[in-house]
């Protein structure tokens, strides 16, 4: 009963993780009691983002070959003994640092896990988030907004691993900002006219865009220049927040159909003066309280692309088809490997809905890959391709 017992107690503990989450917040009207309580939800979002980026991959060898790899990723978190370890003032900053451990949520643990494509890094391009009203910016540190938001997006989905990212952070997608995303054509003169193809010519499986639908002040009139203005922002009277509203899409790249849209806001005091020289999601920008409140809200966005896509299942265009050999534009830098199992679908069109969605129609047959390159890869299928018609930019999917 006792080595029971025992085993079920290592059981419990081997499926959590002890990390450590920095917080920071911005000390106001010397009211540490609440810059601490907020220091630590941004710990704790820290911690979330962690345990979300962490990938678990178990790779077999024989005579030197990989033959077999496993992967796990986990897409949900659940947090226990959360504790402030260590607390640090530097003039009106607070710094916390939070120890808690880490599980998956219960309920949600295997959910995504438990289908393979899981474990494989989705390919997705990022596109620009341009402003809906450009003069709400007011000056040159927040006129990128468009494009330094999307590359702050690109830069943390890169390092959290979970997927291959593109930026194409300069394209712009919509060309009707208020009602995107209803219409998918591009202003822009390129040839990349909509989602479809802008996916397949990056390769990409996803295409993220975005619109920032307000970045303006509360109260414009507050930051007048007139003996009144300032006494009233001297002494708290005045207005001076700035609000910020992003709307986040995520487009199927095969279908160009939409499979998750979010709106994110936030509200923080404005400070021209420390905003910074460097512009949107500087670090000078970084240290004020408004850009501290933008850079929470990036976060958010960051983890919610990666829980809608944790779910989806992973596809790779069919490049060649000789005989029963099959070549897929996807290899080992999305996560396949020798042995690995992927279901042949035809995608079809109809003649009387040309620009319709693409539908695909199982093949039964199943392709067995046996040589994994960085960018690409092939194996074989039991039958020959013609005999089942699979020909180019049909789909190998698993789920």
Not at 5 to 21: D, I, K, N, Q, R
Not at 287 to 311: F, K
Request: hydrophobic share 40%; proline share 3%; with cysteine.
């Amino acid at each position: 009963m006792l080595l029971f017992w025992m085993l079920s107690l290592c059981t419990g503990f081997a499926h959590g993780v002890v990390l450590e989450g920095v917080g920071h917040a911005n000390i106001r009207e010397n009211n540490l009691d609440q810059a601490r309580t907020e220091a630590r939800q941004a710990a704790m979002r820290d911690l979330a983002l962690q345990y979300q980026a962490r990938v678990s991959t178990r790779d077999t060898m024989e005579n030197g070959e990989l033959v077999g790899s496993h992967t796990e990723l986990s897409a949900m978190a659940q947090v226990r003994n959360a504790t402030i370890v260590d607390e640090y003032r530097s003039g009106n900053l607070l710094r916390v640092i939070v120890r808690a451990e880490m599980s998956d949520a219960e309920g949600h643990a295997g959910s995504c896990k438990a289908g393979q494509a899981s474990g494989l890094r989705k390919r997705v391009a990022v596109t620009a988030f341009p402003i809906t009203r450009p003069e709400q910016g007011g000056g040159a540190a927040l006129d990128d907004a468009g494009e330094q938001l999307p590359r702050e997006l690109v830069a943390r989905l890169q390092q959290q691993g979970q997927l291959q990212v593109l930026g194409a952070t300069s394209l712009q997608l919509f060309s009707n900002l208020p009602d995107a995303p209803t219409s998918q054509k591009n202003l822009a003169s390129n040839h990349l006219t909509n989602v479809v193809q802008l996916a397949r010519e990056l390769g990409a499986q996803f295409v993220v865009a975005g619109v920032i639908r307000d970045i303006g002040l509360a109260d414009p009139g507050a930051w007048g220049s007139s003996i009144l203005d300032r006494m009233q922002r001297g002494i708290g009277m005045a207005d001076t927040t700035r609000r910020f509203e992003a709307e986040v899409m995520v487009f199927d790249g095969f279908s160009g159909s939409p499979v998750f849209r979010q709106r994110f806001e936030t509200s923080a005091r404005w400070q021209p003066d420390g905003s910074g020289t460097g512009g949107f999601a500087s670090a000078g920008f970084e240290s004020s309280e408004w850009g501290q409140a933008v850079d929470g809200v990036i976060a958010e966005m960051t983890a919610a692309v990666n829980n809608a896509l944790a779910c989806q299942p992973f596809m790779a265009r069919i490049t060649r088809v000789d005989g029963n050999r099959v070549t897929l534009a996807s290899g080992a830098t999305a996560g396949l490997r020798p042995g690995d199992e992927l279901n042949l679908y035809r995608s079809q069109r109809y003649f009387d809905s040309l620009d319709g969605t693409p539908e695909l129609s199982d093949t039964g047959v199943t392709l067995t890959l046996d040589n994994v390159h960085p960018d690409f890869s092939n194996g074989r299928i039991p039958t020959e391709g013609g005999l089942i018609n699979v020909q180019r930019d049909d789909l190998a999917i698993i789920w």
